[in-house]
């Protein structure tokens, strides 16, 4: 059986040596400094200070984006998207990228976006009576 190049694996399969030496692009989720910080967290925040929150956000985001944009286009990167209210950003990048983004002041961390499965199937579960 021939072994598959490292090169045409999914990034999924590979371990952090392999993805950190490889040019191939990463996708990630970015989350900016100052997001979801809130200002009492043992209390709902009222409609007002959800909307200043969304703002400020927005505010934090759009300082941020060129900072990060910068760093993208360095390392062969691209936004995938707008800043959420959220604070989150998902982009491409290399590991060189991710790296470069983890020391920015802007950003608060990088996380790598995975793709959701699940994990079961519905065909497991009896939707009858078991009495009858």
Not at 115 to 127: A, W
Request: proline share 6%; with cysteine; charged share 30%.
């Amino acid at each position: 059986m021939m072994a598959v190049p490292a090169s045409r694996l999914d990034p999924a399969d590979r371990g952090p040596e392999e993805i950190a030496s490889s040019p191939d692009l990463i996708r990630a989720v970015v989350l900016l400094s100052g997001a979801g910080d809130a200002p009492d967290a043992g209390r709902r925040p009222s409609r007002d200070e959800r909307r200043r929150m969304a703002e400020l956000r927005r505010d934090e985001a759009r300082d941020a984006i060129p900072i990060i944009d910068a760093v993208l286009a360095r390392c062969g990167g691209r936004r995938i998207g707008e800043a959420t209210t959220l604070g989150t950003l998902t982009i491409e990048t290399t590991a060189e990228g991710i790296q470069m983004l983890r020391r920015t002041a802007s950003v608060k961390s990088v996380i790598r976006d995975q793709p959701v499965t699940m994990g079961h199937s519905i065909s497991r579960f009896s939707l009858t009576d078991s009495t009858g």
